[in-house]
C-alpha cells in the first residue's frame, strides 16, 4: 500500500517535471516566445543546451510512462 502511495506520488512529481521542461524548450516559431529575451546560457551553445534539455525531457517522459503503466495495471496490489 505504501508503494502505491510513494509511486504515485513520483508519477505526479514527475509529470510537474515534464510540464516544466516541455515549457523551458525554445519555441519554433515567433508567438509568444519571440518576447521573452534569452540573450544568456547556462551552456557553451545552444545546441548544447538544447541538447540537453531534450535528454532531460526523454528522460522524464520515459519515468513518467513507466510509472503511468506500472501504477494502472495494478502490479503492485
Do not use: Q, Y
Amino acid at each position: 500500500m505504501t508503494t502505491n502511495i510513494i509511486l504515485s506520488w513520483a508519477w505526479v512529481g514527475s509529470g510537474l517535471i515534464l510540464i516544466l521542461l516541455v515549457l523551458l524548450h525554445s519555441p519554433k516559431g515567433d508567438g509568444m516566445g519571440g518576447l521573452a529575451a534569452s540573450g544568456s546560457t547556462m551552456f557553451g551553445s545552444a545546441s548544447s543546451a538544447e541538447a540537453s534539455l531534450n535528454r532531460a525531457t526523454w528522460a522524464c517522459l520515459s519515468i513518467f510512462l513507466s510509472l503511468a503503466v506500472i501504477l494502472s495495471a495494478g502490479w503492485l496490489n
